[in-house]
């Protein structure tokens, strides 16, 4: 594309030589339409006059139902100034499909914009709803469907860097997986790994890798719980999955996610939680007993002598310990869980306690 | 421990009794005026005004007992919070002199302050606000309902909100961010709860149902959930505010050929498929996805829990649709100690205004636990009820693969996944209470308020106040205090079902236009100050009770309903 046409579509600006749309010749045939709030309005805003005036030819075009190259300039200076109004970004996206614009350029434009705006985010629906128009056009071409994956995820991971945990990225990444079936995708899993790496409490890496790995529809029934058995996993991806997950637990024991992970993967397999029990184990030390090592018989109050590494092994134990009907041992785990290693969950573990006595 | 809270040190103490054995005998409302007062009466904490020195209990003034050395990002800002949060809950934290602590070593609700602060985000918005410019309605809904939580009338606004509400409504149905908006759900159901707020035919008149009921037709997806706005994402939200605003206006749930979701079936209405969309939503740690394939996240399992609770009474809907010994795990794994408050996700920190989209969901689980009256908790053919699975997934799951969901309607499918590992047992109700309700009040009170003139309520220490928080960390504050009950309604709609067995995986499983949507939503949410455990707060620092689905007084709840209930259905067809 031409530079001087991309200016007409990207950074072009509006207004005349004093900024204004009013004294602009390219807005002169536009009678913009001002809205007056109602006497007595709430929450009234003080619109700064730019604005006020941006948003007034915004409704006379949006009325008109025109899309053109200036309007999408409109929308581009108002983005810039409130980039929450969705109504702007819808009225974009009709402009950039109404004049066909090449879509990887409204991405790249894009980019700037997300990088400016981290926690905004029509900007992540306006960039799904491009890449619905574009997947069509590359789906036959997996070179072409590579090479995108590799540029969304390379653009994912700079939004990462700022913000490890951003919902709105995360939810993007889950869609664009799905759309252009990245499951298998060695690079994928990678830079899901990297990320686990570099923090391994960032759940949302975690919860992502839990989705790709069992949402993979080269097995996983589809529609299958989240929380339930899935005969189609292969028993090999649960197998890896239970190395992969255990060896990240003995970095960081009392890491949730690492644990909430493995259980995942425990009822996905259909495996009995008791087969990890001597990995669990390891983090609960002497349960119950009134001594440590060495100490003497009888000196000590119930749990004296206990070390827990981590609450949620103690918790998966509990759960072990009832699959196998030790309800006793269940339940002192879970007594010793609201007693004195997780007091703020003391409800929570005497109703586990009560779930033990109408569940067997 | 020498300074441990009853509570917090013999955590193992059985509770006396509960104050409250039959719902309509003993059960009194608290609802707009008579509140406070009544409260005066049957509390009694005179012992604690013996103590000298503020009782804090350790729990709140010590890290947790399992420490571990090694240290990446999400530690390091777990600890740096936890720290800083301790120097406000330890009380030693002098340095603020408009706050006054009681004997608990609790400030008091600064009121007045927050009063003050809600007032002004009504008033005109300097030009700072302009990135609000799309969600205005917002800030009417939560300054308009934090304002009722702290007891103030706020009909005085009525005129103003009629005529801000008129600016912003579409003719197509819906109400925008501001004039000239596309209608947006979000928005739309903070409109609608606004006026219900200020009450009043008036009020209720501004809104076009028939537009409306077109509107949400045209949102209504295939799959069951809606799109926020025409063209605009699909979420929980959406099925959320949908749900809230076709109850609340009682809108017909017909299905108009304009829908998307139009099929040409005759059983298929607005419902329709709502509670799969729902249950897609679940993710392996038990918590609730804004959609399907996302990380667990608390503000969407409110949404969740409130749809559910919309389409039919939760004791029914919730463990049919969601696997609850899951959900109630990842919803208790929120709450952190010292802080006391909840966070968002796992391994994300305690945010004030989480103490709503989190605490809120108790109310709702613990009336799917409690559902039935204990006298016929198991009776036969009640279905569902109360029925989910308990613990040990895992175990179930090795028994032999549960449903695998393969079949043609999602609603089967998901159904019976949810239920067919009834053989589990029934799950416990849960009379004690599943979060700690001191804890959170203590990080709300100690941290959560702004403590200079400003007022207003924040996320955390370190962050300004805004009407956001100020609406959603009362709205957790009076969840605490109180304590919710949903009598059953006399005809349970599903229970008389000759196919009903109770052997749920050969039943008969209802498909959504079963549902009558009205019969649960007439039944009563029985509401007391909560009174077990330590009370660490002053009488006169409760806050009002709000409805545990639409997050609005129940009085409110009941006038806008009944309003539209006397025009009819059929009215605006
Ligand atoms: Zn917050």
């Known amino acids: 594309m031409a530079a001087e046409l991309k200016k007409e579509l990207y950074g072009g600006g509006v207004g005349g030589e004093d900024g204004k749309l009013s004294t602009d010749p390219e807005w002169a045939d536009v009678e913009p339409v001002v809205l007056q709030e109602p006497e007595g309005a709430l929450a009234a805003i003080a619109y700064p006059d730019d604005y006020a005036e941006a948003m007034a030819y915004l409704r006379a075009v949006m009325q008109a139902k025109e899309h053109s190259p200036r309007c999408l300039r409109l929308t581009e200076h108002i983005i810039e100034m409130n980039p929450a109004h969705y109504t702007v970004w819808l009225y974009r996206a009709a402009n950039v499909f109404a004049l066909n614009l090449p879509i990887l350029d409204e991405i790249t434009w894009l980019n700037e914009v997300a990088l400016q705006n981290l926690k905004n985010y029509q900007i992540w629906h306006h960039r799904h709803l491009l890449v619905e128009n574009y997947h069509p056009l590359i789906a036959s071409d997996p070179a072409a469907i590579s090479a995108f994956a590799a540029s969304e995820r390379a653009f994912i991971a700079q939004m990462l860097s700022e913000d490890t945990k951003n919902y709105h990225v995360w939810s993007y990444r889950s869609y664009v997986v799905s759309k252009l079936g990245l499951f298998d995708d060695a690079d994928e899993l990678a830079a899901i790994e990297g990320l686990i790496d570099k923090d391994v409490r960032n759940n949302s890496a975690w919860s992502h890798r839990f989705f790709l790995v069992f949402s993979n529809p080269a097995y996983a029934t589809p529609g299958a719980a989240a ?10 991806v649960v197998d890896r999955e239970i190395e992969y997950v255990t060896g990240k637990i003995r970095l960081a024991p009392q890491n949730q996610s690492g644990w909430n992970y493995l259980r995942g993967v425990m009822v996905k397999g259909g495996r009995k939680l008791a087969s990890v029990e001597g990995f669990v184990s390891e983090f609960v030390i002497r349960l119950g007993e009134e001594r440590s090592e060495g100490g003497k018989e009888g000196e000590g109050e119930e749990g004296e002598g206990e070390d827990v590494l981590s609450t949620h092994a103690l918790d998966l134990l509990a759960e072990i310990y009832a699959e196998k009907g030790e309800k006793e041992k269940a339940d002192l785990s879970l007594r010793r869980l609201g007693q004195k290693w997780d007091r703020i969950r003391v409800g929570y573990w005497e109703w586990r306690r009560k779930c033990l006595e109408v569940g067997a | 421990m020498a300074a441990a809270g009853p509570r917090t040190s013999t955590p193992q103490r059985r ?12 059960i009194r409302e608290i609802e707009e005026d008579e509140g406070e007062e009544e409260t005066d009466k049957v509390v009694d904490f005179s012992h604690a005004r013996t103590m000298a020195e503020p009782v804090i209990p350790d729990l709140f003034t ?5 420490r571990e050395g090694y240290l990446t990002d999400t530690l390091d800002v777990q600890l740096e919070t936890a720290r800083e949060c301790m120097k406000f809950l330890d009380g030693l934290n002098t340095r603020e002199p408009l706050v006054t602590r009681n004997e608990h070593g609790v400030p008091k609700l600064a009121r007045d302050r927050h009063v003050r602060f809600l007032h002004m985000a009504l008033g005109n918005l300097p030009g700072g606000f302009l990135v609000a410019d799309a969600s205005r309605p917002w800030f009417l809904y939560w300054s308009l309902s934090a304002l009722v939580m702290l007891g103030q009338d706020v009909t005085s606004y009525r005129d103003g909100l009629i005529v801000t509400a008129r600016s912003m409504q579409n003719d197509t149905g819906g109400f925008g961010g501001g004039g000239r908006q596309l209608s947006h759900l979000a928005t739309t159901y903070a409109v609608v709860l ?4 200020v009450g009043g035919g008036e009020a209720y008149d501004v809104i076009d149902r028939k537009a409306m009921w077109k509107w949400l037709n045209s949102l209504k997806q295939p799959d069951g959930g809606f799109q926020v706005c025409l063209g605009g994402e699909e979420d929980i939200r959406g099925a959320y505010c949908a749900s809230v605003i076709i109850t609340l206006l009682r809108l017909p749930l017909d299905l108009s050929p304009e829908s998307p979701a139009y099929t040409g079936d005759s059983n298929a209405n607005l419902f329709t498929g709502v509670a799969d969309y729902v249950s897609r939503c679940q993710t392996f740690e038990g918590g609730i996805s804004g959609q399907p394939n ?9 949404c969740a829990l409130g749809c559910l609770a919309i389409l039919d009474h939760p004791s029914r809907s919730i463990p049919r649709y969601l696997d609850v010994p899951r959900l109630v795990s990842w919803l208790s794994s929120r709450q952190y100690a010292p802080e006391g408050g909840f966070s968002g996700r796992t391994n994300k920190l305690v945010d004030g205004c989480y103490s709503h989209w989190v605490g809120g969901c108790f109310p709702l689980i613990e009336a799917c636990l409690n559902g039935n009256p204990p006298s016929d908790r198991h009776r036969p053919g009640d279905g569902d009820g109360g029925v989910g699975r308990v613990g040990g997934g895992g175990a179930l799951a090795a028994d032999g693969p549960a449903a695998t969901a393969t079949t043609t309607t999602t609603a089967t499918a998901t159904a019976t996944t949810a239920s067919s590992s009834g053989r589990g047992g029934r799950l416990p109700p849960a009379e004690d209470g599943l979060f700690h309700r001191e804890g959170l009040i203590r990080y709300i009170l100690c941290c959560c308020q702004d403590t200079t003139k400003r007022g207003g309520l924040r996320d955390k220490p370190g962050k300004g106040s805004d009407a956001y928080h100020s609406c959603y960390v009362l709205s957790g504050l009076s969840s605490a205090q109180h304590q919710w009950e949903l009598d059953d309604e006399p005809r349970p709609p599903l229970a008389e079902s000759p ?5 749920a995986e050969t039943s008969k499983i209802p498909s959504d236009q079963d549902i009558d949507p009205e019969a649960h939503l007439e039944a009563v949410w029985a509401v007391l100050p ?3 455990g330590p009370r660490v707060f002053d009488n006169d620092d409760c806050v009002r009770p709000i409805h545990p689905i639409y997050a609005i007084p129940q009085g409110s709840v009941r006038a806008i309903r009944a309003y539209f209930g006397e025009k009819g259905q059929g009215v605006v067809l």
Not at chain 2, 15 to 26: H, Y
Not at chain 2, 62 to 66: D, E, F, S, T
Not at chain 2, 294 to 299: N, Q
């Open chain 2, 499 to 503: 196919a009903e067995t109770k052997d």
């Open chain 1, 227 to 236: 929380t339930a058995y899935d005969a189609g996993v292969p028993a090999e």
């Open chain 2, 294 to 302: 996302v990380e667990a996240h608390g503000a969407y399992a409110f």
């Open chain 2, 194 to 197: 606004s006026l219900a707020l």
């Open chain 2, 62 to 66: 010590q890290l947790p007992p399992v």
């Open chain 2, 15 to 26: 509770r006396p009794a509960p104050a409250i054995s039959s719902p309509s005998s003993k």
């Open chain 2, 530 to 532: 909560y009174l077990d």
